[in-house]
């Protein structure tokens, strides 16, 4: 964290993604209401452990940071004891991680959480944060740093985000603002033909992967007559939640009411994965 520390003060441009094991709960309730998609982060997010983070670090014009400017954690986590959706799990061994070295090496979430605390890399709003499609990514690293379930309600959520990381750039919420971009990450990134570096889902090669398409997606669509990013039209959303235009207004479909237990299931359950980005 010392590295990361002096690494900030010139590259405040942080990318994030998180790898974990998907989505195994959905909340109990017989009508729809417009915080639910709140709820079920909330209570996959309270149940679950966070599997990896990746963060990459550039400068204001996107030039990576020299010499190591990806870095990769990989938290404790035992396929034995600890809860998951069994199509995330394979997804993920698929895409090269090891759970016997996560359960034997992985790193203690509690300490890094404090760590991170002290890094430089929350509560300033000089850091802008990068991600995509990123509630549970952001709702992991709460957790982390406060040790804490996440809060009962979506407004307590969002002003705990605000304290935490007050410079958020969510890029799929970006998307939703221009015409002719869809999909996840990889197509996009396609779309504008950016190279990926590593494995796909992995969340170092990820976050690699969501800085230069970040840069080049603003660059493209969000520049004033004079070529800087303005960020006024996506600072702090994010895609699906709060009250703007990409919250759900009505219920789920019925593929995805199939769920109406408060646990779909524990070790293997059968539900959505949100692990995939």
Same mark, same amino acid.
């Given at each position: 964290?010392?590295?990361?520390?002096?690494? %900030?003060e010139t590259h405040p441009y942080? @990318?994030? #993604?998180?790898?974990?094991?998907?989505?195994? @709960?959905?909340p109990v309730s017989e009508t729809y209401t417009s915080d639910f998609h709140y709820k079920s982060l909330k209570c996959n997010v309270d149940l679950l452990k966070i599997i990896?983070?990746?963060l990459t670090f550039a400068d204001e014009n996107g030039n990576y940071a020299k010499g190591c400017p990806c870095?990769?954690?990989?938290?404790?986590?035992?396929?034995?004891?600890?809860?998951? @959706?069994? #199509?995330? %799990?394979?997804?993920?061994?698929?895409?090269?991680?090891?759970?016997?070295?996560? @359960?034997?090496?992985? %790193? #203690?979430?509690?300490?890094f959480g404090e760590l991170l605390m002290v890094s430089g890399l929350v509560l300033d709003d000089r850091v802008k944060w990068v991600s995509f499609h990123s509630g549970y990514d952001y709702a992991y690293l709460l957790k982390v740093l406060t040790t804490q379930d996440l809060p009962k309600d979506e407004k307590s959520f969002f002003e705990l985000l605000k304290i935490y990381f007050p410079t958020i750039y969510d890029i799929k919420y970006m998307t939703s603002l221009c015409d002719g971009h869809f999909g996840?990450?990889?197509?996009?990134? #396609?779309a504008l033909s950016c190279p990926r570096i590593g494995p796909e889902h992995q969340a170092g090669s990820d976050s690699l992967l969501t800085m230069v398409t970040y840069f080049a997606l603003a660059n493209s669509k969000f520049t004033n007559d004079s070529g800087g990013i303005v960020d006024k039209k996506f600072k702090n959303e994010l895609y699906g939640y709060g009250s703007n235009h990409t919250v759900r207004k009505g219920p789920m479909t019925s593929s995805h009411n199939s769920s109406n237990s408060a646990l779909s299931n524990l070790n293997g359950?059968?539900?959505?994965s949100s692990s995939v980005h």
């Open positions: 964290m010392v590295i990361i520390r002096e690494l %900030i942080v @990318a994030m #993604d998180t790898e974990f094991p998907g989505v195994v @709960a959905r990896q983070l990746g870095w990769q954690f990989n938290f404790k986590f035992n396929l034995n004891d600890d809860m998951f @959706a069994q #199509d995330s %799990i394979d997804l993920l061994v698929t895409s090269g991680i090891s759970f016997e070295d996560h @359960a034997t090496r992985g %790193i #203690d979430p509690l300490h996840g990450l990889q197509r996009l990134a #396609d359950s059968n539900g959505d």
